[in-house]
């Protein structure tokens, strides 16, 4: 469909045409100078000094798992309002992913109360999602985690360039884990990445993105090794050279795209405030710097959001849900016993997504404001 304002949009010039075509041109595609590169930079900028770039989000988050040792008879506390990546990566380990509820219409991040409230003999972990890049509690979360001797991942999908007291959001906790899909605040088609300050961690994650080997192809090439061993089960969750080639043109642009997501997400408030006051607006005021990676607003209670959705793409505006909740899913269903996560399942009903993107122009944000307006009559 061609929307006239589509819900996301890729920022790519010349210098993603170019490193692609210098990667092509240079014949080394898989991991390499390049991905080195990448990983340098994100860790320069991230402040979280070791990154391991990998194929996706999910392997990222699936490798955490592995890494901190998770498998069968475990549970690890997840957010159900979330992509359902952060919960299947629980269960590739074989161990079980319990799901928290949210804090409140105004803060859809994982509440630190529920978190208490689910945790067992069994429980080793928390996944943490910053939904739209706004912060979770991580102060009270990592005191919790302290006290029960819990390790922390971040699902950091949503708040690449996300900070909080300064420091960056995928930096909080044991391990922080990125994507690069084309939806996120900066792409490199598929793509992910692994961050942690701990260097064990650290060279585990490395050997298992490459089947647990002890040397990689760009080190035999570079003749650096001649054989190698394998030292654990690992995976092929590498990323390539063409892929790293965008992801260290698309970091240089990160800062200002972050930025200009921000005064957009500010202007969208100004105006929804204004014109369409039965929505409520959630994050507004929230700690940290966001990285608004999304716009979401919260329809009244008992409003048909399908007809809202349908009246915008009548005007040619794409919108989205996020999200469904995790253990409504047929799969998750099947697991057993449905989670108490009222405030989740009230406020997912709820949840509207309006177009952000960083090229997106103050009139598109007025378009969308009186398209949301309109349907609303
Ligand atoms: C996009 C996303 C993922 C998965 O990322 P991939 O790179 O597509 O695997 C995981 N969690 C959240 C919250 C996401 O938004």
């Known amino acids: 469909m061609n929307w006239r304002i589509p819900l996301a949009d890729i920022d790519f010039g010349q210098e993603e045409y170019e490193a692609v075509e210098a990667v092509l041109k240079s014949k080394w595609l898989t991991m390499g100078a390049v991905t ?19 194929s996706n989000c999910t ?3 699936h490798l955490a798992m592995v890494a901190l040792g998770i498998g069968d008879e475990d549970e690890v506390i997840v957010p159900s309002l979330s992509f359902v990546a952060t919960a299947n990566a629980v269960r590739y380990t074989g161990a079980k992913p319990i799901f928290a509820d949210i804090n409140d219409i105004n803060d ?39 006290t029960h001797q819990l390790y922390v991942v971040v699902d950091a999908a949503h708040a690449v360039g996300a900070s909080l007291d300064g420091k960056q959001l995928g930096g909080w ?3 922080g884990c990125f994507s690069f899909f084309p939806n996120k605040n900066m792409t490199t088609a598929e ?24 040397s990689i192809t760009w080190d035999r090439h570079q003749g650096h090794a001649w054989s190698y061993d394998v030292v654990e089960l690992g995976y092929n969750f590498r990323i390539d050279e063409i892929r790293a080639a965008l992801g260290v043109a698309q970091l240089k642009k990160l800062p200002s795209n972050n930025h200009k997501r921000r005064w957009l997400t500010n202007e969208y408030w100004h105006r929804l405030e204004r014109e369409v006051p039965e929505v409520s607006l959630p994050f507004r005021g929230h700690r940290g710097e966001s990285a608004c990676h999304i716009m979401p607003v919260i329809l ?9 959705m349908e009246r915008m793409k009548g005007q040619g505006i794409q919108t989205s849900i996020h999200y469904p909740p995790i253990h409504l899913f047929s799969d998750y269903r099947k697991q057993g016993a ?34 949301l307006k309109a349907s609303f009559a």
């Open 36 to 54: 080195q590169q990448f990983e340098n930079d994100f860790s320069a900028y991230t402040k979280i000094e070791h990154c391991i770039a990998v």
């Open 59 to 61: 392997a990222a988050l």
């Open 108 to 146: 859809l991040n994982i509440s630190v109360s529920s978190i208490q409230s689910h945790i067992t003999h069994k429980t080793k972990a928390i996944i943490v999602m910053h939904y739209g890049g706004y912060a979770c509690d991580m102060k009270a979360i990592l005191a919790l985690a302290r």
């Open 173 to 175: 906790g044991d391990i």
């Open 191 to 214: 793509g992910g990445l692994v961050a942690t300050n701990n260097a064990e961690l650290a060279s585990k994650i490395r050997l298992l993105r490459s089947h647990g080997m002890t």
């Open 300 to 308: 009244p209670e008992g409003m048909d959001r399908t007809a809202i």
């Open 338 to 371: 449905i989670p108490m996560v009222e405030k989740t399942e009230d406020l997912a009903k709820r949840e509207l997504t309006l177009p952000l993107f960083a090229g997106m122009e103050i009139d598109e944000v007025n378009l969308v404001v009186a398209a």
